[in-house]
């Protein structure tokens, strides 16, 4: 069995209010969220989960509020001794602009996107304001994306499911760690959506829909699949990530 470990690195950071993330719960509370790219480590390829954003804003107020360093593209591959150009592999959990902004960095890699993201970035919605195109047309250009229909081996011991709880396209990636599978959800959420409060769950609700989603109760229903199936569940935007150097390693 092939295994990786997961590193999570900030690269960038939104803040606005909790019920972005969480529906119907949290409204008017101010909550600071990371905005990350994964580097699974394991195999002979460098591999990236989503790639951040381009300029974040990197102040000690933001750090505080997530509780860890946030880094430029280039200063958190350095932490790994990556940088842009040795990225074999993307795999994109969706396509709203500050999970591919640093995409046309990586001129050597592949990247795996769901083909309704595709759609949807050349043609969105007018609710869909995430999407601009500006941030893939040179990679699409240099013909490096392969498009996915569904759920996919990208190689041995990582895989994507098709989430569709965020975005049409939302692929969550299954990653075979020393400690079990883990799972980066492919939709914007943290830990409180599959942990409630006592408040949600007194009305009987086990997980919360993302704050902004394509059908809530498909995306309750999508929750609850990916949660019964991880072993080490990882929401996209948590906070406590920030802290982390490895997520995934054997335990003692």
């Not at 119907?24 to 990350?36: D, S, V």
């Not at 050597?108 to 195109?133: C, G, K, M, S, W």
């Not at 990653?175 to 409630?196: L, M, Q, R, W, Y």
Request: net charge negative.
């Amino acid at each position: 069995m092939h295994t990786y470990t997961i590193h999570p690195i900030v690269m960038g950071t939104k803040v606005f209010d909790q019920g972005m993330m969480t529906h119907q719960h949290a409204y008017g509370r101010p909550y600071t969220i990371p905005i990350y790219c994964w580097y699974l480590q394991g195999g002979d390829e460098n591999i990236l989960v989503d790639t951040g954003e381009m300029h974040p804003i990197q102040s000690p107020d933001r750090e505080t509020a997530i509780g860890g360093r946030i880094y430029t593209f280039e200063e958190g591959l350095a932490r790994w001794g990556q940088t842009p150009d040795r990225i074999d592999v993307v795999i994109h959990t969706h396509l709203h602009n500050d999970h591919c902004e640093n995409d046309f960095k990586c001129t050597n890699a592949v990247f795996y996107v769901h083909e309704q993201e595709l759609t949807r970035i050349h043609d969105p919605h007018p609710l869909d304001f995430r999407y601009l195109e500006d941030y893939i047309l040179e990679i699409e250009e240099r013909g490096q994306i392969r498009a996915l229909s569904g759920d996919a081996e990208i190689r041995p011991g990582i895989s994507v499911l098709h989430t569709p709880a965020h975005t049409p396209g939302g692929l969550s990636v299954a990653v075979d760690t020393p400690s079990g599978k883990a799972i980066i959800t492919g939709f914007c959420v943290i830990d409180e959506n599959f942990h409630p409060p006592k408040e949600i769950r007194a009305m009987e609700m086990e997980v919360i829909p993302p704050g902004t989603h394509v059908n809530t109760y498909e995306a309750y229903d999508i929750l609850l699949q990916v949660k019964q199936a991880a072993d080490i569940l990882i929401p996209l935007h948590e906070p406590r990530f920030a802290a982390m150097e490895t997520i995934g390693a054997q335990k003692s």
